[in-house]
């Protein structure tokens, strides 16, 4: 039995709440149970530097919790002066996750930032900004089209994440706190709409783990992000 009382395979209960800012070009509210992170994204007409005169845009992500998003309160990040490897790992994630979703030559040169902001965090902070991130993302690219500023759809394909790990050596799809913080190994499943791979992070956390059981997880993810993007869909 799972703390959280769900079976196995069954994800928490998943809600996107979309146009929840008035001035970002795409922006979401998306709820994994008790994770809430608010997504918005941001068209810069300006490529970074490195792409000048290339023709390619980009998207990036900025990632940032709450300070009451946690049982306990976090200091700011600006208030210590830096970011913490953890925040600099899990936006360049983000980013990575996003860019494998987008046509960046139809983008043309121009910026799109999508920044993540938990609110409250329960388990899958990162799964979370990804899944919401692309509805963002989403909204935005379809202001460009909206407006005539791009004439092809730089969006390939719709992005997701869910975590899943094995908890008492059980395979769990969508692991919350209570779950992961115990959890044997844990894991992160980025895929596509047409469920190919993007990124895979697992570890080992208090007990190795099979080639099997990673095959176990691997089919749970793939259910998981075909609800996630079902979502998507729905909310847009």
């Known amino acids: 039995m799972r703390p959280s009382g769900r079976n196995l395979d069954e994800m928490r209960d998943i809600s996107i709440q979309t146009g929840v800012t008035k001035h970002a070009e795409g922006s979401c509210l998306i709820r994994c149970g008790d994770t809430h992170v608010l997504c918005t994204a941001t068209i810069e007409d300006r490529a970074p530097s490195f792409l000048k005169g290339s023709g390619m845009?980009?998207?990036?992500?900025?990632?940032?919790?709450?300070?009451?998003?946690?049982?306990?309160?976090?200091?700011?990040?600006?208030?210590?002066?830096?970011?913490?490897?953890?925040?600099q790992e899990i936006q360049r994630l983000i980013g990575r996750a996003l860019r494998a979703g987008v046509d960046r030559l139809a983008l043309g040169e121009r910026q799109i930032v999508v920044d993540c902001d938990v609110i409250q965090a329960d388990g899958g902070t990162r799964c979370a900004a990804i899944t919401g991130g692309w509805v963002a993302l989403r909204l935005a690219v379809n202001r460009l089209l909206e407006t005539g500023a791009v004439t092809s759809d730089?969006?390939?394909d719709h992005v997701a994440a869910v975590s899943c790990g094995l908890y008492a050596g059980q395979p769990l799809l969508d692991l919350d706190y209570a779950e992961d913080s115990e959890a044997g190994t844990d894991g992160n499943f980025i895929l596509t709409g047409r469920g190919q791979l993007i990124e895979v992070q697992m570890s080992a956390e208090g007990s190795t783990f099979s080639r099997e059981q990673m095959s176990a997880l691997l089919d749970l993810a793939e259910k998981g992000a075909a609800r996630l993007v079902e979502a998507q869909k729905a909310a847009i």
Do not use: C, F, H
Request: hydrophobic fraction near 30%.
């Open 57 to 87: 845009g980009w998207v990036t992500a900025e990632y940032g919790m709450l300070p009451r998003a946690t049982t306990t309160r976090n200091r700011r990040e600006a208030a210590v002066g830096r970011q913490s490897g953890r925040t």
């Open 154 to 156: 730089p969006i390939v």
